[in-house]
């Protein structure tokens, strides 16, 4: 994986590095703009959170909360990228909208629908998932809860992918990004 950063997305998906249309590729029916991706995984966003914050406070029996667990999921928020540019075997493109609330990797590559699935899911299993296990095995660490808890519910957008890559992908397809919406082909 080569990765590259490519700054500030200009909002036009020209930029957004990608390879040729496979024939008869079929594009996931998703969200049409960042705008309007930004609306639906703020909401999302906020419904997870506010569902593993709930079952935080019954773990440990009150209401929880951890400063150090914020600022720790702040210095997570590159490292969630990496994550998924890791799941890629030649370039790979991380952009920054912070207009929209988003930091998003691009890769010129097709993948199986597994694969697709697992690069989408890797971040928020690391980062998420794993600290929040982890509390949930010890409700003393707070910490993680809150790691954890901010972990899952800022991953909106991957689960977002794997929910569309599950209705729409038929078994042995692949998955390739071009530009700013993702399509899917029997090679």
Known sequence: MKFHYAG??????????????????????E???PKQLSTIMTLLSVAIFIFFFILSCIRARDIIFSYVGVVLYILTIV???????????DDVYMFHDLKHGMLFIAGPERMSKGHFIFKSLLPSI??????????????KLVV???LGTLGIATAAGDFYNVRNTLRQVPNGARVYQHKYNTYWYMP
């Open 79 to 89: 490292p969630h990228e990496f994550l998924h540019a890791i799941c890629f075997k």
């Open 144 to 146: 993680l809860a809150t």
């Open 126 to 139: 690391v980062l998420g998932f794993i600290p929040f296990i982890i509390f949930w095995i010890n409700p």
């Open 31 to 33: 969200a049409e703009d």
């Open 8 to 29: 500030k997305y200009s909002g036009n998906p020209d930029d957004i590095p990608c390879l040729e249309h496979e024939p008869g590729a079929v594009q996931f029916k």
